[in-house]
């Protein structure tokens, strides 16, 4: 099982920065693929960014140029640093991750985003 706490949201005007952090606990020793999602109300989830255990990293075309996703595997930790933002990235945003030879998902809390115009 792992267990991921995210924090780092909040309200913040428009052009401003938030970095999200989110920490993974419990067998963390296979985690490989880490990411972020949001959610904005009457939305389905979405992918924001993603990186793997080696580094490779994808982003949604919508933050590119504007959001950093990094992760420091000693940490167990993956970060959001986002820039520039703007009313639409106003979302609840969920850190996400999965296992080696495994399919299975999990899930953080989620942290909500607001940014206002």
């Known amino acids: 099982q792992v267990q991921l706490v995210e924090s780092g949201g909040g309200l913040v005007q428009a052009g401003g920065s938030l970095r999200l952090s989110c920490a993974a606990s419990g067998s963390t020793f296979s985690v490989n693929n880490m990411g972020w999602y949001r959610q904005a109300p009457g939305k389905q989830r979405e992918l924001v960014a993603a990186i793997d255990r080696r580094g490779r990293i994808n982003y949604a075309d919508s933050v590119k140029g504007r959001f950093t996703i990094s992760r420091d595997n000693a940490k167990n930790t993956v970060y959001l640093q986002m820039n520039s933002l703007k009313p639409e990235d106003t979302a609840v945003y969920y850190c996400?991750?999965?296992?080696?030879?495994?399919?299975?998902?999990?899930w953080g809390q989620g942290t909500q985003v607001t940014v206002s115009s």
């Open positions: 996400n991750c999965d296992r080696w030879g495994s399919n299975y998902v999990y």
